[in-house]
């Protein structure tokens, strides 16, 4: 028995009391990371005064800023998180503006702390009227950038009228009607006979990669307010052609043989010459 009760007692004296959970520091610290996790949550999420109460617009002038307001309302009312400051997305409702209307050229959401979202829009500006040819309709205004934006209801007499030999391919808003490199042919010519002769550019003619597949036959072919015409290589050195026509408007075709000019071709690489 003495034996026996030895042997308890050492085994008793391996045992170690059990701490209780509520009794450990690390539950107390754990505690307090998930309290101050869940209050800085509550105030991203949905702390009233980081809720976004005002939508100011500005820059618009055909667009109306209720559509724009619309549209951003509804982008802050897809979800309850969305309503806040620290969680509405600019960039996905930038681009809903931009895809639903096909007139603004950039948006600039910023948001202005506490509750506020500013929408500052930049409408495209007509730089011409593109028509498929001058006796099918509809035209449609684009602007610098050759962007489609809006059908074209005045009068083509009074605006710059591009057309392009192309295929029947449907036209839409928000489409690159004419790409950005011809566009700066159009207003590199515009410049120097508006700055150098006081003549201005009433239609131009591009030819189309679709009917003239080389580069060196895409032509660009203007017709001035007097009636003569230019004929420019877009796949050769803009700057040199320009330089030419500048020359013989200066040097040899005088205001008296304008008059009766019906065309200066610039495009060939060594010489220029009118008739």
């Not at 099918?136 to 809006?150: A, L, M, N, R, W």
């Not at 150098?196 to 009917?211: F, G, W």
């Not at 001035?224 to 796949?235: L, V």
């Amino acid at each position: 028995m003495k034996h026996r009760h030895k042997h308890i007692q050492h085994k008793l004296r391996g045992l170690k009391p059990k701490k209780h959970i509520f009794k450990m520091p690390v539950f107390w610290i754990a505690l307090l990371l998930l309290m101050i996790m869940t209050g800085v949550v509550y105030v991203v999420l949905f702390f009233p005064k980081f809720q976004i109460a005002n939508i100011q617009v500005s820059g618009n002038e055909k667009i109306t800023t209720e559509e724009i307001k619309n549209i951003v309302q509804t982008n802050i009312n897809q979800s309850l998180f969305s309503k806040s400051m620290f969680v509405f997305d600019t960039k996905n409702t930038t681009e809903r503006i931009k895809n639903r209307f096909p007139g603004v050229e950039s948006v600039d959401m910023q948001k202005k702390w506490p509750q506020d979202v500013m929408v500052i829009i930049k409408e495209r500006k007509p730089f011409a009227v593109f028509c498929r040819n001058e006796e099918t309709q509809p035209c449609f205004s684009i602007d610098e950038h050759g962007v489609i934006f809006e059908p074209f209801e005045g009068n083509l007499q009074d605006t710059l009228v591009i057309t392009q030999e192309s295929n029947n391919k449907e036209l839409f808003a928000g489409q690159h009607a004419i790409t950005k490199n011809i566009i700066d042919t159009i207003l590199k010519v515009r410049k120097n006979l508006q700055d150098n002769v006081q003549i201005d550019i009433k239609k131009v003619l591009v030819s189309s990669p679709e009917i003239n597949p080389l580069p060196q036959e895409t032509m660009i072919i203007f017709t001035t307010s007097e009636h003569w015409q230019i004929y420019i290589n877009q796949a050769l050195d803009i700057n040199t052609q320009i330089t030419k026509m500048n020359l013989l408007l200066k040097d040899e075709i005088t205001p008296a043989i304008r008059k009766n000019l019906k065309y200066i071709y610039l495009q060939y690489q060594d010489r220029a010459y009118y008739k």
